[in-house]
């Protein structure tokens, strides 16, 4: 990367740019100060508009490119790279439409979610960039996913949009302080509205963002003269079932730690600052108020406040604004509730609590984990249970709706049939499977003594695995919830003067990683590869201790490699870096 930035800065000392001057024209709402209007001096020798990219990323799944002068013309929907004499192209795969140059969203492989750019000659192209609006601030351009539903805005944009912003390499001016948003131009491609949830995404900048329906509404083209195409997929931990059944996905690399720096940043700029207490605790109910509905929602609530002495507040997308939901999420004990997407607010859970996600009849909840997924990252410490109604009597659906909300009349009646006698939905790939829609839209009388029992259940188990643990090791709440990796073992030593039971030996000995003593831990266990020289195969022990004597295998005049690593709760340390040589010679 370093000789990308190298290559950029080199490139942008040439000052090949004729300097913008002009009005305003982009719509009001999307104007700022950054904006200009590039003129050219027809008949002078300044140089055109000439474009010059960097691309980062072995593949166009992981790929991120940054631009100089990228326009976008709105009368054949494209970007367009101006090629002139000075032009740098850097990190181009051979053939960048094999499938695609890079994904736009965070999106993994999704064909409608591709950039690439059209060629042009900078001479030839000049006249159609006359009077473009130039953008002089920094963007980021990429597209959202599904800017309506709160799991895809949190999981799919704003999650990688947080981890994007905070790591762009030539973005050191721009990085989060704590306080302030990010100073980049936000530059929306899908062409969706703003949406409902609108306001989180302007809290990631300090202007408001571009959307694709502004650079469409004007008849010149909209020009960056620097930004950013693509967007970091690093944060992502499910897929929705494009190309196999939804699920996890494969490489999940997000952890508590990246989760909690978001949602610290989206609390202070939601102003959700106050940490509540242990003692103010609350379990929240979530509600839906169009499908999906709890039949005997009052009831399940009633029993939750008897069981638990816990206040219970029910919270909807109708009744509370995101800030407090947020709030209130921050502060319970048990988060419960169809599943739904607002489950995605589990990530602002405090340590300790609990997630209920209840399924509808049918619906396998093994089959659909994100919010389990997200529970289960690493360092999360949130418990996850999950219920299933199993009585099809307790069940309401809605055959009669559009099919995009359950309804199958516009089935056969022998299909109609089968799903309704179907007891499982099978797995399915997304997104118009009428038996998921059928059955996830189904409204339900729930068994509020088995939630109860499960929970309590849950509770129990809690409180007993706590009691066993060394309390002088529990990490204390907060939002450093990384593992601390062991370092090298010390001084490995070895010997073999000792013969037990008339057989050769090996004995080693070696001092604790020196960061021991800085780290909270449980158990230490250290991991032992002896291996003949010259041999392939090596034998791995498991010990426990610092030093051992070794008779298993082990030869008289033989030398053998050694390697020793520490493991902390877990959490594998390095082998020794420096090469140990034993012999049993005598």
């Known amino acids: 990367m370093h000789q990308y930035w190298t290559l950029w800065q080199s490139w942008k000392t040439l000052d090949l740019l004729h300097q913008p001057n002009g009005a305003d024209v982009l719509p009001k709402h999307v104007l700022s100060s950054h904006h200009e209007k590039f003129v050219t001096d027809q008949g002078s020798n300044k140089s055109p508009m000439v474009s010059s990219a960097w691309c980062f990323g072995s593949h166009h799944t992981n790929r991120i490119c940054y631009f100089h002068n990228l326009c976008y013309l709105p009368h054949v929907d494209e970007f367009v790279f101006l090629h002139g004499n000075h032009s ?114 302007d809290m990631f900048s300090n202007v408001k963002p571009i959307y694709k329906s502004n650079m469409l509404s004007v008849d010149y083209p909209t020009c960056f003269r620097e930004s950013y195409v693509g967007i970091s997929k690093y944060t992502t931990w499910y897929q929705y079932g494009f190309v196999e059944p939804q699920g996890p996905i494969h ?98 859970l405090p340590k300790g609590s609990t997630v209920v996600e209840l399924f509808p009849y049918a619906i396998n909840p093994a089959h659909y984990t994100p919010y389990k997924t997200l529970a289960n990252l690493h360092g999360t410490d949130v418990n996850y249970l999950a219920w299933q109604n199993m009585d099809s009597t307790k069940t309401v659906t809605h055959p009669e709706r559009s099919w995009d909300e359950g309804g199958i009349v516009h089935l056969s009646e022998e299909q109609q049939r089968r799903i309704m006698s179907s007891r499982e939905v099978p797995l399915h790939l997304c997104c118009r499977d009428a038996e998921w829609l059928y059955r996830i839209y189904q409204d339900t009388v729930v068994d509020v003594d088995s939630i109860i029992s499960l929970l309590k259940n849950s509770v129990n188990v809690q409180k007993s695995h706590s009691s066993s643990v060394d309390q002088n090791f529990v990490v204390e709440s907060g939002f450093n919830s990384k593992r601390l990796s062991p370092s090298h073992v010390r001084n490995i030593t070895c010997s073999s003067d000792t013969v037990v039971h008339g057989l050769p030996s090996l004995q080693l000995a070696w001092q604790p990683p020196a960061n021991m003593r800085f780290i909270n831990f449980v158990e230490v266990k250290y991991e032992v590869w002896i291996q003949e020289e010259g041999e392939d195969d090596y034998t791995a022990w498991m010990l426990t201790q610092y030093n051992y004597t070794f008779t298993a295998g082990i030869q008289l005049d033989t030398n053998y490699n050694v390697w020793i690593r520490c493991i902390v709760d877990d959490t594998v340390g390095p082998f020794n870096s420096n090469h140990v040589s034993c012999s049993t010679s005598t």
Request: glycine share 4%.
């Open 88 to 201: 740098a192209y850097v990190g181009f795969p051979e053939n960048r439409y094999d499938p695609t140059l890079m994904d736009m969203s965070s999106v993994k492989d999704h064909n409608t979610q591709y950039f690439n750019f059209m060629d042009a000659d900078a001479d030839k192209m000049q006249s159609v960039v006359d009077g473009a609006v130039i953008v002089q601030q920094t963007s980021l351009i990429f597209r959202r996913f599904h800017p309506d539903n709160l799991m895809h805005v949190l999981h799919d944009d704003l999650l990688p949009l947080f981890y994007t912003l905070s790591t762009l390499p030539f973005a050191e001016s721009t990085r989060w302080n704590g306080l302030l948003p990010f100073n980049f131009q936000l530059v929306f491609m899908e062409g969706w509205d703003p949406g409902p949830f609108e306001d989180l995404y």
């Open 251 to 348: 490489d999940i690399r997000v952890t508590a730690d990246d989760i909690h720096r978001f949602c610290r940043f989206l609390r202070m700029q939601l102003n959700v600052t106050e940490v509540p207490s242990d003692s103010e605790r609350v379990i929240v109910l979530l509600s839906r108020r169009y499908n999906r509905l709890i039949l005997n929602e009052i009831d399940l609530t009633f029993a939750l406040a008897q069981n638990f002495h816990q206040k219970v507040v029910t919270v909807a997308m109708e009744t509370h604004s995101l800030k407090d939901m947020v709030y209130l999420v921050s502060k319970s004990s048990i988060l419960l509730g169809m599943h739904g997407s607002l489950f995605a607010l589990a990530m602002f």
